[in-house]
């Protein structure tokens, strides 16, 4: 399941992401060929590195009251997105084989790393 995506600059640096809930209130009654990631992004991305410690990442999003950290890493362009952390994803790992045995498929499919660009249509 996918919940959120990154959205970047023609850089590939994130500035913002979408995520399901994000879609749904925007384009309820509206037509997706009409607008651009931009116009449905939310702006406030916080990020944490790909070696940062659960625990951190735990506060920050109970802190900042937020479902999805954008975990980035250091390239020779500046940091660029690898992946989002979910609190569903946090739940599931704290959970362990207990959700593995509820859903075992889960464990045979990877979760594909999506981005869009933040000048594309939203079925681009």
Do not use: C, Q
Request: aromatic fraction near 6%; proline fraction near 6%.
């Amino acid at each position: 399941d996918i919940e959120t995506i990154a959205v970047e600059d023609p850089s590939s640096e994130v500035i913002g992401i979408i995520s399901y809930f994000d879609v749904l209130a925007h384009y309820r009654d509206a037509d997706l060929d009409r607008g651009v990631a931009a116009d449905v992004m939310s702006h406030k991305v916080i990020a944490i590195s790909p070696d940062g410690r659960l625990d951190e990442a735990i506060h920050i999003m109970v802190e900042k009251r937020i479902r999805f950290l954008v975990v980035t890493e250091e390239g020779p362009e500046g940091r660029t997105p690898v992946g989002v952390l979910s609190t569903t994803d946090v739940i599931r790992h704290l959970l362990g084989p207990r959700w593995m045995w509820y859903h075992p498929e889960s464990a045979l499919t990877a979760r594909p790393r999506l981005r869009v660009r933040s000048d594309r249509g939203m079925r681009n």
